[in-house]
């Protein structure tokens, strides 16, 4: 199945967003974490590559966080200028 799901998002349209990458890393040097941004959804994952979270930020200034499983956790709102 995973095969499957990998193959599809191959073939799928490449859109104009640019991704964007934050590396975190430990005092060694080691890799800790990344947050892939993609349009208004950053991607969190552990130092093994495992999603352990998303935010994504809607237009009315509200951003959205979600566990791995895709069940919201909570929202952030900017406020208003």
């Known amino acids: 199945m995973k095969t499957l799901i990998i193959v599809t998002l191959l073939f799928l349209p490449m859109h104009a967003h ?3 990458t934050t590396t975190f890393r430990d005092a060694s040097g080691q890799t800790t974490g990344t ?8 991607t969190f994952r552990d130092g093994r ?4 979270g998303t935010a994504t930020r809607e237009n009315n200034s509200t ?8 069940q919201q ?3 952030a709102t900017a ?3």
Request: aromatic share 6%.
């Open 18 to 20: 640019a991704q964007n």
């Open 63 to 70: 951003t959205t966080f979600r566990n791995p499983l895709g």
């Open 35 to 42: 947050a892939t941004t993609y349009g208004n959804v950053t």
């Open 79 to 81: 406020p208003r200028r």
């Open 73 to 75: 956790t909570g929202t």
């Open 49 to 52: 590559g495992q999603t352990t």
